[in-house]
T-cell receptor, first 114, second 115 residues
Framework: GAGVSQSPSNKVTEKGKDVELRCDPI?????LYWYRQSLGQGLEFLIY????????KSGLPSDRFSAERTGGSVSTLTIQRTQQEDSAVYLC????????????FGPGTRLTVT | AQKVTQAQTEISVVEKEDVTLDCVYE???????LFWYKQPPSGELVFLIR??????QNEISGRYSWNFQKSTSSFNFTITASQVVDSAVYFC????????????FGAGTILRVKS
């Protein structure tokens, strides 16, 4: 079966522009997570969805970051007015449910803000 | 607060050597889950194992084995007879159900296996 997919795989944008990153989870997975991986900060949690609701947004670094999930499936992470410190690999993961289930990761979107 | 420490930043071994990657975790919760993920040069995180806090049995899968000891809050990973294909960054992670099972990752250990 298909794994988690993310698009685009690479995104280069100018400082100040908005970007949208997309995640398609594994079919049937109700839990969806966004993480960010950068050299200085390692792997950091951003936001978690159970179905279409986001019970935990505690990892979003600023109000420039937002995310939504529709139909219990696809999720979009939006970064407004991008800054150079937003440059990182954005990873999406999904799992069967909240609980003792492992998370499966997508290939990530490498975001470069120039 | 939850924390995962992987003290070994980088390990280099020669093929066929055994290697152990250390992981120490901190949590006040009694129910938690521990994970190991592999990130090869291609970049995609690959799930290796999940262990819940009530199951201290060690596990072996082929050349891989895991040693979970609650007394020392450790969840170490051993690769027996390492191969060049094992070269990757390995991450240990912790999750708590109460916090939505978001993963708290260690900093990762870079493993280089030379032929």
């Amino acid at each position: 079966g298909a794994g988690v997919s993310q698009s685009p795989s690479n995104k280069v944008t100018e400082k100040g522009k908005d970007v949208e990153l997309r995640c398609d989870p594994i079919s049937g997975h109700t839990a969806l997570y966004w993480y960010r991986q950068s050299l200085g900060q390692g792997l950091e949690f951003l936001i978690y969805f159970q179905g279409n609701s986001a019970p935990d947004k505690s990892g979003l670094p600023s109000d420039r970051f937002s995310a939504e999930r529709t139909g219990g499936s696809v999720s979009t992470l939006t970064i407004q007015r991008t800054q150079q410190e937003d440059s990182a690999v954005y990873l999406c993961a999904s799992s069967l449910a909240r609980g003792e289930y492992e998370q499966y990761f997508g290939p990530g979107t490498r975001l470069t803000v120039t | 607060a939850q924390k995962v420490t992987q003290a070994q930043t980088e390990i280099s071994v020669v093929e066929k050597e055994d290697v152990t990657l250390d992981c120490v975790y901190e949590t006040r919760d009694t129910t938690y889950y521990l994970f190991w993920y592999k990130q090869p040069p291609s970049g995609e995180l690959v799930f290796l194992i999940r262990r819940n806090s009530f199951d201290e049995q060690n596990e072996i899968s082929g050349r891989y084995s895991w040693n979970f000891q609650k007394s020392t809050s450790s969840f170490n990973f051993t690769i027996t007879a390492s191969q060049v294909v094992d070269s990757a960054v390995y991450f240990c992670a912790l999750s708590i159900m109460e916090y939505g099972n978001k993963l708290v990752f260690g900093a990762g250990t870079i493993l280089r296996v030379k032929s």
